[in-house]
């Protein structure tokens, strides 16, 4: 299946978090998909809130800008082409730290549903 951003929605998350998700795939879109990608984007000063995955693993992967994640209180800075992994039951929080959009892939394993995004 190929999936292209340009023909995917964009979602907006309601204040006091406002952020933009486009979903690539989840396991809703491909039934038992072994992973879920979503493409994220905060304008600058977005934050993310603070959340935990209890049994997946997350990996950010910068494409765009400078943001910061919080994993349980310590603070990673990811620029473009950096990765983070981000193991299950860590709390974590993001937010855009620079003059741009921050725009990174959400790669997370197993498959995640994406719902929650889809009814920003």
Same mark, same amino acid.
């Given at each position: %299946?190929?999936?292209? *951003? =340009? *023909?995917?929605?964009?979602?907006?998350?309601?204040?006091?978090?406002?952020?933009? =998700?486009?979903?690539?795939?989840?396991?809703?879109?491909?039934? /038992? =998909?072994? %992973?879920?990608?979503?493409?994220?984007? @905060?304008?600058?000063?977005?934050?993310?809130?603070?959340?935990?995955?209890?049994?997946? $693993?997350?990996? #950010?992967?910068?494409? *765009?800008?400078?943001?910061?994640?919080?994993?349980?209180?310590? $603070? #990673?800075?990811?620029?473009? /082409?950096?990765?983070?992994?981000?193991?299950?039951?860590?709390?974590?929080?993001?937010?855009?730290?620079?003059?741009?959009?921050?725009?990174?892939?959400?790669? @997370? =394993?197993?498959?995640?549903? %994406?719902? /929650?995004?889809?009814?920003?």
């Amino acid at each position: %299946m190929l999936f292209e *951003k =340009a *023909k995917l929605i964009e979602y907006k998350a309601p204040e006091p978090f406002t952020r933009y =998700a486009t979903i690539f795939f989840d396991n809703v879109t491909i039934p /038992n =998909a072994h %992973m879920s990608i979503g493409y994220f984007r @905060f304008e600058p000063g977005q934050i993310g809130p603070k959340h935990v995955h209890e049994e997946e $693993v997350e990996v #950010y992967y910068c494409l *765009k800008g400078e943001g910061s994640v919080t994993i349980e209180g310590e $603070v #990673y800075i990811l620029k473009p /082409n950096s990765a983070l992994y981000i193991p299950p039951k860590a709390y974590h929080e993001t937010k855009n730290i620079g003059d741009e959009d921050f725009e990174f892939l959400g790669i @997370f =394993a197993p498959a995640i549903n %994406m719902d /929650n995004m889809r009814n920003w």
